[in-house]
Every structure is written in structure tokens, then in C-alpha cells.
């Protein structure tokens, strides 16, 4: 009779560990707040942009449909355009986790709900059923002075359990309906985003038909092409630019860390920093793998006469035909340096490899890497775009100031 008598208390106090101890994941609301707004401005941000671009485009339609500077503004508004899809896409990914973590949430809470009433529809009914005498049994029956004295604790501590039991089931019930309420909110916002997304890339599609057909009148068009191949001109001595200012950076950063280390030995109390990134670049002459998986040469290193206009103009890099929307790949370790658009290059990346070795990427169509971001060789960096001579990917190497054969540092292709 006794072991019967203590049995329930034992399922209720097992009953409230576990409901103690269940794991609840606790987020800040002011972070969240805060994670929320960034999210915003930045899709906010991009809206604009991409608006300011629709204007640009207004703009150069009535000056002439088929200019190089409609093509650019075409291409900025595509990049951010796709970025903003991304975006779009990245969130609906987090709603849909957080949808099935509240529903998870939703579901263990209304088991805890359903489990706490059956427990206190047991007691009820027993006390219903047995009232008071119940209780003065227990009591009277027991054979020590100690037992009964354990006895009076235990069905106080069973009363304060009860009203334990009440309180909880009152809170759990607050709780699903919150949590209820919170999923609701969260369903109509991904079913508002889901529609969103497919609004930017209806208007994405719109986008790319619209510069396939400027892409087609510059093709047939000499003087246009001519004017591209100057633009390319241009292009090239700014990504000479470019890495004329890298290598300044690199110098006075490195004066910078040796003055330093000369005050560091002068004291010996400040500890040394971690020394700088060292690239195993030039071990991999002739053997670096390929920015895209497939892809033949299109336009050697050097100089090379242009397919439409005849002329001899000087290739820094090598071109590699590869269909559009194909993976861009680092092809060493790096860091990365300059994101950019160049008019005759489009959307450019530029990777640094340390020990004076750089890498150029151009006519991308999506980039997927952020300045300054640590770079792993294989790593994706971008998608490759389209140029006026087609589907390709332009790929240079750099020595400090000089420029390097790509061929002679990839690996041979099978």
C-alpha cells in the first residue's frame, strides 16, 4: 500500500524535472531587433540602387537604344538584381528553418500541455473520489513518529506541486498561443517574400533578354565594337591600376609591420604579431588548377588580331569560353582584393596570393565573395557572365607589376 501511496508523487516530480530542465532557446530580443534592421537596410539599399539603374536605363533608351553605356547600366542592374534574388533566397531558407523549429516548438509544447492536464485530471478525480479521508489514511497508517512526520512534509510539498502543476499549464498554454501567433506572422512573411523573390527574377529575365538584344546590335555593328574594344583598352590599364595601388598598400603595410618590430625589439614587452600570410603560388607553375571546371581558349596571352576588326591588339590575360553561369573558382589560396565593374570587363574580382601573386577574374555575371575575405584554391568566387565576344571568363595572373602567361602556369588540360 505504500509503495502505491508514494507512485503518483514520483510520476509528478519526474513529470516536473523534466519540464524544469527541457531545453529552451533563449534569443535577445534586442539582437534579433537589430539583426532584423541590417537585414532590411541592406535589401533596402539594393531596391534603390537597382532603382537608380532603371533611370539610368530610361535615360540612355532615348539617347540611343543600343549604346555600350545602356549595355553597362543593363549589366550593374542585372548583378544587383541577382544579388538581391540571393538575398531573397537566403531568407526564405532562415524562415523555413525558423517555420519547422515552431512548429517542433508548437508540438512539444501542446504534448507538456496535454500530459500536465491528464496528470491533474488523475488528481482531481482522486480527490474527488477520496476527499480528504484519502489523506488522513495516509497519515494514520503510519508506524513511526519519523514516518508520520514524512508523511505531513510529502503531502505539503504534494498541495505546492499541484499548484505548481496549475501555474505551468496556465504558462504553457500562454506559451503555444504566443508561439502559434509568432508562426502565423512568420507564414504570411515568407509567403510575401517567396512572391517578392519571383517578382525579381521575372524582372531578372526581363533584364538578360533586353541585353542579349543590345549584345546582338553591338555584334553587327562595327563602330560599336570598335568603341568596346577602346573601352577594353581602358579597362586594362585601370586593372593595371589596380594592382599598382595593391602593391603601394602591400609596401607600406610591410614598412609599417618591420618599424613595428623594431619597437617591439627596442622594449621586448609587446608581443609579436602573427606573421603575415606566406603563398605557395609559385610551387604550382604549371600545375594550378583551372577558374572553371570546363572551357576552352578563346583568346591566347599576347598579342592576338580581333576576329571582326582585323586589328592586333594585345591580350593580358587569356579568354576561355565557358557557357554562362558557370562556377568561377579561386585557383590558389588568397585573399580578396578588389571587387569592381569595369566598362569592357564587366563585373571583375581580383585575388591576392601573397608573395607578389595576383589573380584577375572579369565578366562575371554574379560575384559571391566580399573584399578581404580568406579565399581557399577550388573555393567558388563568382558565376561567369557574357561579353560582346560571347560566353567567357578573361583571366590574368600578375607577378607585382608584371604580367604572366596564365597557360604556362595552368595545369594541361586533358
Known amino acids: 500500500m505504500t509503495k ?11 513529470l516536473c524535472v523534466t519540464l524544469l530542465v527541457w531545453p529552451v532557446g533563449v534569443v535577445s530580443a534586442q539582437q534579433a531587433s537589430r539583426e532584423i534592421t541590417q537585414k532590411e537596410r541592406e535589401l533596402s539599399r539594393l531596391r534603390t540602387e537597382i532603382q537608380s539603374y532603371e533611370k539610368k536605363l530610361g535615360e540612355s533608351v532615348k539617347r540611343e537604344r543600343s549604346t555600350l553605356e545602356h549595355l553597362d547600366n543593363l549589366e550593374k542592374q542585372s548583378t544587383l538584381i541577382r544579388r538581391l534574388v540571393n538575398k531573397l533566397k537566403e531568407e526564405e531558407r532562415q524562415m ?9 516548438s508548437i508540438g512539444d509544447l501542446e504534448r507538456q500541455l496535454q500530459s500536465l492536464k491528464n496528470h491533474y485530471a488523475k488528481y482531481v478525480r482522486s480527490v474527488y473520489k477520496n476527499g480528504r479521508v484519502y489523506d488522513l489514511e495516509l497519515l494514520f497508517s503510519s508506524n513511526s513518529i519519523n514516518q508520520l512526520s514524512i508523511r505531513i512534509a510529502y503531502l505539503r510539498k504534494f498541495s505546492e506541486q499541484r499548484v505548481k502543476d496549475l501555474q505551468r499549464i496556465v504558462q504553457n498554454k500562454t506559451d503555444l498561443e504566443q508561439q502559434n501567433e509568432k508562426l502565423q506572422k512568420t507564414l504570411a512573411d515568407e509567403r510575401r517574400l517567396i512572391a517578392e523573390k519571383s517578382t525579381e527574377e ?29 573601352r577594353r583598352t581602358q579597362a586594362v590599364r585601370q586593372i593595371e591600376q589596380f594592382i599598382a595601388d595593391l602593391i603601394e598598400k602591400e609596401r607600406i603595410r610591410k614598412e609599417r609591420e618591420a618599424a613595428a618590430a623594431r619597437d617591439r625589439l627596442a622594449s621586448s614587452t609587446t608581443p609579436a604579431p602573427e606573421p603575415a600570410p606566406v603563398g605557395s603560388f609559385e610551387f604550382q607553375r604549371g600545375s594550378l588548377r583551372w577558374p572553371v571546371s570546363s572551357g576552352k581558349i578563346a583568346s591566347r596571352f599576347g598579342n592576338q588580331v580581333h576576329p571582326v576588326l582585323k586589328t592586333v591588339t594585345q591580350n593580358t590575360g587569356i579568354d576561355i569560353t565557358v557557357p554562362s553561369g558557370s562556377d568561377v573558382q579561386a585557383v590558389a589560396d588568397g585573399e580578396v582584393s578588389v571587387l569592381s565593374f569595369l566598362p569592357g570587363f564587366g563585373n571583375v574580382v581580383i585575388l591576392n596570393h601573397y608573395n607578389g601573386f595576383r589573380t584577375v577574374y572579369a565578366h562575371l555575371a554574379d560575384i559571391t565573395v566580399s573584399e578581404s575575405q580568406k579565399i581557399r584554391a577550388g573555393e567558388v568566387i563568382a558565376k561567369s557572365g557574357e561579353s560582346i565576344a560571347g ?10 607589376r608584371e604580367k604572366q602567361n596564365p597557360e604556362v602556369w595552368l595545369a594541361k588540360q586533358r
Open 96 to 104: 523555413s528553418a525558423d517555420i519547422l523549429k515552431a512548429r517542433s
Open 4 to 14: 502505491h501511496l508514494f507512485h503518483p508523487s514520483g510520476s509528478v516530480l519526474a
Open 202 to 230: 521575372s524582372s531578372l529575365k526581363k533584364k538578360m533578354t533586353q541585353r542579349q538584344r543590345v549584345l546582338s546590335t553591338i555584334r553587327n555593328d562595327k563602330k560599336l565594337y570598335k568603341q568596346e574594344l577602346n
Open 391 to 400: 560566353a567567357i571568363l578573361h583571366f590574368e595572373i600578375w607577378k607585382e
